[in-house]
């Protein structure tokens, strides 16, 4: 029998076709190479203490994805062995577990591969997955029987009330209840996902548990105070009420006080960022003043006792006017030398010098002990200094002269040290102006009554030499002479 051409055609494509088919059937579907050769493929021993339903050609998944299937199942003298083909190209740490599970409830067994981290080295040809590491489900048979026994032992009238009762409290929740499954399986699996942080928790807890029973006391009492806030809440209901059902029309009032303050209000408040920077900078001093204010009113109050009802003219505190004059002398050292003092008959006010002016003797002399060399440092307990700068610097309060020499030197140096920097640094110019417009002014000498004014001029008083009668009284010191 002789074929067409056209038939001997059809039957190479078909037969072209065929093959391809068959290719394709035995390569990717039956994975035929992978049976027969073990190509792209490695095997791995899994022990069980028994198979648990697992049979031949189950499914092994890795992360929820197959990555291979179970060769054969087999008995060995300390329980089961599953000998796995796993796909080659998967990376899968050999630090993990093997639990068999049933994918479905006619007893589909298949082994998941569940890792513990993702640092271990990878799963290799010939590893052993320990009996330790591997898990196999209940046995089916004995849950069944547990759970008819169970029921057995629950009177029949209770259980038809049981199933009465669960019918009532979930019928019609389907939608509810399928959200509440959905939400604790994707809770499980991100506790999955992140096992180690949980894990690290867990270990971690012990601690904030041992500082919760450590404050057992603060927490029964914070929950006493709770409760008696909230009773009284409860007791004053109508005020409570009062006070929210009046809070919109007081904060409306509140608001058009601020749009009517618009201008002002904000550099009030500005302002008021700085007071209260320097008062927390200052609480303790303010905690200090208001405890001693009210001793102090109470002392002066005590001294109006002694007057209180007597027929005296004076009703009033006893005053002592015993000023004790240069008692002890006063202080010069750290101010301005006495070629640069300003007479004090002078009625104009130039402007102050620059720089820091004040009393620079020890901080542990007689003298002037209130002065800002003493001034205590609020951020810095137990520290004095004269300016904030120098609290809050380390380093300390040193004194001119060493504190000895009282009257002051004329250059402002009694042991070495430099003029105090009250004229501004590197400015001698100013020095200079300072000196011009303020003339030199000396001691009069006592032995002949002459002094230098504030014009230059030198003048003598010849009643104030030591030549002066012996009998010059003070009535003739404030009497114009020739009276």
Known sequence: MRLSRQATIQLIVFTTIALIALAAMGLHFMQLPAKLFGVGRYTVTVELSRSGGLYQTSNVTYRGSEVGRVESVHLTPTGVAAELSLKSGIDI????????????????????????????PPL?????IALSNSSVPPDIN??????????????????????????????????ELSKLVKGVTDLSIGARENLDPLLALIDKARPVL????????????????????????Q??????????????????????????????LPILLANMVSVSQVALTYQPNL????????????????????????????????????????LPVPCTTGFLPAQQQRNPSF??????????????????????????????????????????????????????????????????????????????PGDPGMELEM???LPPIVEYDPATGSYIGPDGRRYTQSDLAQSAPSEKTWQTMVVPPGS
């Open 93 to 120: 740490p050999s630090d993990l577990s093997a639990e068999v599970h049933s994918q479905s409830a006619i007893g589909e067994q298949y082994i998941e591969l569940l890792p513990r981290n993702g640092t271990s």
């Open 124 to 128: 290799k040809h010939g590893d052993v």
């Open 142 to 175: 004995a849950l069944l029987d547990a759970v008819n026994t169970g029921l057995q032992a629950v009177p029949r009238e209770n259980l038809k009330t049981v199933v009465d009762e669960s019918y009532t409290a979930v019928g019609g929740l389907g939608p």
């Open 210 to 233: 041992d500082s919760q029973t450590e404050t057992s006391d603060a927490i029964q009492g914070w929950a006493s105070h709770l409760a008696t806030v909230t009773r009284q809440l």
């Open 235 to 264: 007791t004053h209901d109508e005020a409570v009420a009062g006070v929210i059902e009046n809070a919109g029309p007081a904060l409306s009032e509140a608001r058009t006080l601020v749009e009517r303050l618009q201008p002002t």
């Open 287 to 326: 905690e200090q003043l208001l405890v001693l204010v009210p001793q102090l009113v109470a002392v002066e109050s005590a001294g109006l006792v002694a007057n209180h009802n007597t027929k005296q003219a004076y009703r009033g505190q006893y005053l002592s006017f015993n000023l004790n004059l240069n």
């Open 347 to 424: 009625e104009d006010y130039p402007k102050r010098p620059p720089g820091a002016t004040y009393c620079r003797i020890a901080q542990d002399a007689l003298t002037a002990v209130r002065g800002a060399r003493n001034t205590p440092c609020t951020t810095r307990p137990g520290k004095r200094a004269p300016s904030v700068k120098l609290c809050e610097s380390d380093q300390e309060y040193v004194p001119l002269n060493d504190g000895a020499n009282w009257k002051g030197d004329p250059n402002a140096t009694f042991s070495g040290q430099d003029i105090p920097d009250v004229l501004g």
């Open 435 to 437: 000196s011009t417009q």
